[in-house]
């Protein structure tokens, strides 16, 4: 790797308490590299033989879905807080919930309705948990710096991709995949604890106070008056939705290879990881790049890249072709946060980006959902060849709306009325910047 390829992060590292979070964030996401094995094989260990495939897919969506009721029910409560607040809170009830999953099968109780009632609990806060990631990189870099840092925090979680399934793979065979998701559960401890230590406790106590927030809907409310973050939202959670039955289909389908294991799902795991660091490391030399057009191309790549999965190609052509869809999507969250980071106001900002990952928390695992019954009906392989075909239509439909001139557009181009924004100020409407052009055009975001 040339010292060029990292150019863009510099300032990142540069910044000192970033700089002293990111081994806990580091830690943290290897134990998530390992739980991406690990919470679907315990799945399948603890469920019915018959109703595998329903239950790996209620795993694989207790783990984030309840989150999504989480931004709501406590709204109030987090919408005024710190980013580094949101972020250790979220950590602190990971660390507990997953942390007793070991406990409850040393006490001979684990089943897998308190699995998955364990993994529920887990995911409560993690949408405000993002939130508080990407609200402290706002709150400590300025607006040119936002993509490379989102994408260095992208960076984390790739390259446990790459280290943690095969990891995993080989523990679940060792000791089991309760031991594995119990080291998960100690890696968010250790990154609760970095930002108790990383953090200066003024800055871990920013926001309002508890009940002085707004209401528990108004990130909500903010996306949809502003009709760029409505039609990212709209396009992420197409392109997750489908993506989710892949989460059931994969595990499913190397399950009754009687050749396959633990481990060669956790080789298909590594390949995308592999894909997605070289990706994410580009990621930050994208701020050039417009944002639309940019998260249009990767949900293309991403289609095509997956085809040979679910036209049955063999292992030594599907393996490459995971990685190249790893590295297709890479840039999709980085990209899509600078979006949101570049448009929404500063105080806004934590119930926009907690609100965004809400709904795209919660289109995940309904596809996920979607994919038991569908994995069951269709068989796991003609079911990967479906999300992947429904993923590249979704990419190449998006990209003609993009192609073809609008009303807002001609509107632009007629210099008529202005309509006003959310505080009643005239403005007229403007396409989102690129990461480049977001300085240029919000000069007073910090």
Do not use: K
């Not at 399948?44 to 495939?53: E, N």
């Not at 190449?396 to 709306?401: E, R």
């Amino acid at each position: 790797m040339r010292p060029t390829m990292l150019l863009p992060y510099r300032p990142v590292f540069a910044q000192p308490v970033l700089r002293r979070l990111l081994p806990g964030l580091a830690v943290s996401a290897l134990g998530d590299g390992l739980a991406l094995v690990a919470i679907t094989w315990l799945a399948l260990h603890l469920a019915p033989v018959d109703q595998r495939g329903t239950w790996t897919a209620f795993a694989v969506a207790a783990y984030t879905l309840p989150g999504a009721a989480g931004t709501v029910l406590f709204g109030r409560l987090l919408g005024g807080r710190g980013g580094a607040q949101l972020a250790g809170w979220d950590a602190t009830v990971r660390a507990v919930a997953l942390g007793a999953i070991p406990v409850a099968h040393l006490a001979g109780v684990l089943d897998v309705g308190l699995y998955v009632a364990l993994l529920a609990v887990s995911s409560l806060l993690h949408p405000w948990g993002a939130a508080g990631q990407f609200t402290l990189v706002a709150e400590l870099l300025p607006q040119r710096h936002h993509l490379a840092a989102n994408a260095l925090l992208g960076l984390f979680g790739q390259a446990a991709t790459v280290v943690g399934p095969p990891l995993a793979g080989l523990l679940i065979v060792q000791v089991g995949p309760v031991w594995v998701l119990a080291v998960d559960a100690a890696s968010f401890a250790v990154l609760a604890v970095s930002y108790r230590l990383a953090v200066p406790a003024r800055e871990r106590r920013a926001g309002r106070a508890a009940g002085d927030g707004p209401s528990r809907t108004s990130g909500f409310r903010i996306i949809g008056r502003d009709r760029s973050l409505l039609g990212l939202l709209s396009l992420t959670v197409g392109f997750f939705f489908l993506f989710g039955p892949f989460y059931v289909a994969m595990p499913v389908l190397v399950s009754e290879d009687p050749h396959a294991s633990a481990a060669t799902l956790g080789a298909y795991y590594t390949a995308f990881g592999v894909g997605s660091l070289l990706g994410g490391l580009v990621t930050g030399h994208l701020r050039g790049w417009p944002l639309r057009p940019t998260l249009v191309g990767v949900v293309v790549a991403f289609g095509a890249a997956l085809l040979p999965l679910g036209l049955g190609a063999p292992f030594a052509l599907a393996l490459p072709a995971f990685a190249l869809a790893g590295l297709a999507w890479a840039p999709y969250r980085p990209t899509s946060t600078a979006l949101v980071q570049s448009r929404a106001d500063a105080g806004d900002l934590p119930r926009v980006l907690a609100a965004n990952g809400a709904v795209t928390v919660l289109a995940v695992p309904l596809g996920t959902m979607l994919g038991g019954p569908l994995t069951a009906a269709l068989g796991a392989r003609p079911t990967l060849l479906a999300c992947a075909t429904a993923i590249l239509a979704l990419g190449v439909v998006t990209a003609g709306f993009l192609a073809r001139p609008g009303p807002a557009r001609r509107s632009r181009r007629r210099a008529g009325p202005p309509t006003e924004d959310r505080r009643g100020h005239p403005h007229r409407d403007r396409e989102e910047p690129s990461a480049g052009e977001a300085d240029r055009v919000r000069p007073g975001v910090p």
